[in-house]
């Protein structure tokens, strides 16, 4: 699925909404609409159901975060709703970790790099919101160029 063919199938209903301008909630609901296909494939496997369900959970949890922290007009109520987002990539990456057996490694990879830069951007932008200084140590998380997010996405084989 190519991200630019993926974005045209996106109702106006959400383009048309300022929440659309924010490259983060793009991202973050390109992922969570991936993970659809991704979760279709790991049911097959009863013992990965579980698996599933966590991972389409989380994975959907990063974007309506997101749109839940962007309403807010207090900084520290967006930076509370991004820092959920936030966990919810970190767990949602964790879960295609745990599932690249199934999904392969083309799908996992892609999977993993663009959650990792949905991470990388999240964290750029909650102390701007928060005001502070996160409590982690800061990390250098290398940046997949665009580019590379935007080719056809793999989709995990039936």
């Known amino acids: 699925m190519k991200y630019r063919e993926w974005q045209e199938q996106v109702p ?10 924010s490259e983060i909630y793009r991202k973050a609901l390109f992922a969570g609409d991936l993970a659809w296909f991704d979760t279709r494939k790991l049911i097959k ?4 159901v579980s698996l599933a369900d966590q991972l389409y959970r989380a994975t959907g949890s990063i974007s309506a975060n997101v749109a ?3 309403s807010y007009a207090s900084g520290k109520n967006q930076a509370r709703f991004y820092e959920y987002a936030l966990g919810s990539a970190r767990e949602a ?8 057996r199934t999904l392969g490694d083309s799908v996992s990879e892609h999977r993993l790099a663009l959650l990792t830069e949905i991470i990388r951007q999240l964290l750029a932008i909650i102390p701007k919101y928060r005001g502070l200084h996160l409590k ?4 250098q998380y290398e940046k ?9 996405a793999p989709m995990p084989e039936d």
Not at 144 to 152: A, E, G, K, R, V
């Open 93 to 100: 990456r964790d879960w295609y970790f745990k599932s690249r």
């Open 45 to 48: 496997d009863r013992s990965l």
């Open 144 to 152: 997949t160029p665009m580019s590379i997010l935007l080719q056809p």
């Open 136 to 139: 982690e140590e800061t990390i």
């Open 12 to 21: 106006k209903a959400i383009t048309d909404d300022i929440l659309w301008r």
């Open 68 to 70: 839940e922290g962007y």
